[in-house]
């Protein structure tokens, strides 16, 4: 990679890292359907005005909108608001990745390889030492039990729109990464407003009114830098660079959130939570590495 390619990659890890630590400080004073709304408020504009519609069949945007946005957001914000810590939430997101295997073998018969094997394979015992948290004398330590759950349910419904985005792919011979990101998160504001109307309750619908700066930056961080930059530098590095040379940058985001959220909102994380993201990272360096490790070994 050039200079100014590798600059590029460890912002990205750097911006995706921080936005938990953000979405911490925003939940403070909104609620987390508030937040879904703002969040993706700041995404659109301005480049809903200035991008194109994309090109393809409207299922997809409708659908990558509802899992990507109100699926996966707004489960992670209800997540964070229960007690996940912005350290945890940052590792256990990462799971994505077996969720997005798993679902890629039963809905577009995509091969297990054997790294990804064994990887799934660490990431189960990693999960197992995140459970035993919750068993143990420090239950709780970290995130509540209903926080992780739903925090796993998020990486689940990001899977599920990856999925989304090759089916999409495969559909459309000119896929415009871009025009696809910015119109599907168009569609997750209404559900977001409409969900908050529903089950908010009534004395928080004006309170944003007086939220404090925090929040403002809080929500254009994640709208404009961890939406609008952050997948528009990845999207770059992909079309330039062969994915096995990208993907290995993902590593540091679930390191750096740990730091952010340590050293910033002082986040606490138990001995088998640190047992559980030594087999998650051990798991995620398997999938993206392995496969280069063993044509070397070869």
């Not at 939406?227 to 985001?253: D, E, M, Q």
Request: hydrophobic share 60%; aromatic share 12%.
């Amino acid at each position: 990679m050039s200079g100014r390619d590798l600059l590029a990659a460890l912002v990205v890890v750097l911006i995706w890292g921080t936005n938990f630590v953000a979405m911490k400080i925003a939940l403070r004073d909104l609620t987390p359907l508030q937040l879904g709304a703002g969040r993706y408020l700041f995404a659109i504009l301005p480049l809903v005005l200035l991008v194109k519609p994309p090109k393809l069949h409207w299922k997809w945007v409708v659908m990558y909108g509802l899992f990507q946005g109100v699926g996966q957001f707004g489960l992670l914000f209800i997540s964070l608001q229960m007690g996940m810590t912005a350290a945890l939430a940052s590792v256990v997101l990462q799971t994505q990745v077996f969720f997005t295997a798993l679902f890629g073998f039963l809905t577009l018969g995509e091969r297990v390889g054997r790294p990804l094997q064994i990887g799934l394979a660490l990431a189960a015992l990693g999960l197992a030492c995140f459970g035993m948290n919750y068993l143990g004398a420090q239950a709780g330590a970290g995130a509540s039990a209903g926080g992780f759950a739903l925090c796993l349910a998020a990486a689940a419904m990001w899977a599920a729109s990856n999925i989304v985005v090759r089916r999409a792919q495969r559909a459309t011979p000119q896929f415009d990464v871009i025009a696809f990101m910015v119109w599907s998160s168009l569609l997750p504001i209404v559900p977001f407003i409409l969900l908050s109307l529903a089950f908010d309750a009534p004395e928080t619908r004006w309170r944003w009114l007086a939220a404090p700066w925090s929040t403002w930056a809080s929500l254009a961080y994640l709208g404009w830098m961890a939406t609008i930059l952050g997948y528009a530098l990845w999207t770059g590095l992909l079309k330039r660079h062969a994915v096995n040379r990208v993907a290995p940058f993902s590593l540091g985001v679930p390191l750096v959130g740990i730091s952010a959220g340590m050293l910033v909102l002082g986040d606490v994380i138990s001995g088998w939570q640190w047992a559980g993201i030594a087999m998650v990272v051990a798991a995620l360096v398997c999938v993206l590495l392995g496969g280069r490790l063993m044509e070397k070994s070869a």
